[in-house]
Each structure stands twice: as C-alpha cells, then as structure tokens.
C-alpha cells in the first residue's frame, strides 16, 4: 500500500512510541477506521508533553496520520520522540541556548510538530517518505539523526531536501 493510500485506510491506526528524554513507551490504536479514539489521544498527548515542564498540549491528530503514513512507508515500527510539544518557556530557552534551528513562532508550540527517528530505518529515507507525503513541513538534520515533520505548510529544509 502506497502512503498515501494509508491516510485513507479504513483499518484501524495503530502508532507506537519511545519518548528518547524519558523513555516511555506507548503503543496503541488511535483511530478506529470511522474517527479517533479521544482516550488514546488523550494518551499520546501526555507521551508528547513537554518533558522539561510537564505541560501537555492537545496535539493536532493529522500529526498522528502523518506519522501513521510514515510508519507503512518506511516499514518501521516504534517512532523515537526527541521532541513534541514545547512550552512558550521551552521554546525560547532552545532559541537561547540551542545554537539555532529553533523558529521562534514554532509549530512545536501549537502541538503540531514533532521531532523522530525510527529504529532500522535511514533518516534520510524517513526524510525522503515525509516529504513524498506532501503533507506538511519536513526538516531533516542529520547532525542530531532525527526528522521534523508538521501539519503546517508544504515545505521542506536541511541537507538533501532541495
């Protein structure tokens, strides 16, 4: 099944996580194949806090089919967290203190971007499928071996996304 087929499978949707700052762990189905489950996004949006202040947000669920999409297109299975949501606060100590690559309007703070790696699968070849989607922005940054993707415009930026 192609990736963008998968956004309108009627199956269930089933994600699975590893926060890599607080090694949780979450595996479960978000949507039903007819609409999201309210407790599992209930749940993921407590995995994707802010693990520096303890705020959650409620995440925008396109974000979960994103990644759901990703899951099948790359054939991997448990998407590492490096980060989701950020507080205001958060937000500006990273643009402080971070050396750069922080918006200062950042997605992250809408619950709308997230930060991943998948286990055996090539960042690159993440990169490469998210932006294939067409979904939203990709930024790749293989310094730190993770991918952004969020649910705002198309577009994509970091080495290799030209």
């Known amino acids: 099944m192609s990736a963008r087929a ?15 700052h607080t090694d949780e762990r979450l ?24 693990f520096r202040t303890g705020e ?9 089919d994103i990644l759901h999409a990703l899951k099948i297109a790359c054939g991997g299975e448990t998407f590492e967290i490096i ?9 500006d100590m990273l643009r402080k203190t971070g050396g750069g690559g922080v918006a200062k309007r950042s997605l992250h703070m809408d619950g ?12 690159t070849r993440l990169r490469d499928a998210a932006i294939e989607l067409g979904l939203g922005g990709v930024g790749y940054y293989p310094e730190s071996d993770f991918v952004h ?3 705002g415009t198309v577009r994509a930026w970091g080495p290799g996304t030209a």
């Open 27 to 50: 595996q479960l189905a978000y949507h039903d194949g007819r609409s999201y489950i309210p407790p599992a996004l209930q749940r993921i949006n407590w995995l994707l806090r802010d």
């Open 149 to 151: 993707v969020d649910t």
């Open 6 to 20: 998968a956004r309108f499978d009627i199956a269930e949707r089933h994600l699975s996580f590893r926060h890599t």
């Open 83 to 91: 980060s989701a949501y950020r507080s205001p606060a958060t937000n």
């Open 56 to 64: 959650a947000q409620v995440m925008d669920p396109q974000l979960f």
């Open 112 to 123: 709308r971007a997230i930060d991943i790696r998948m286990p055996g699968v090539a960042t």
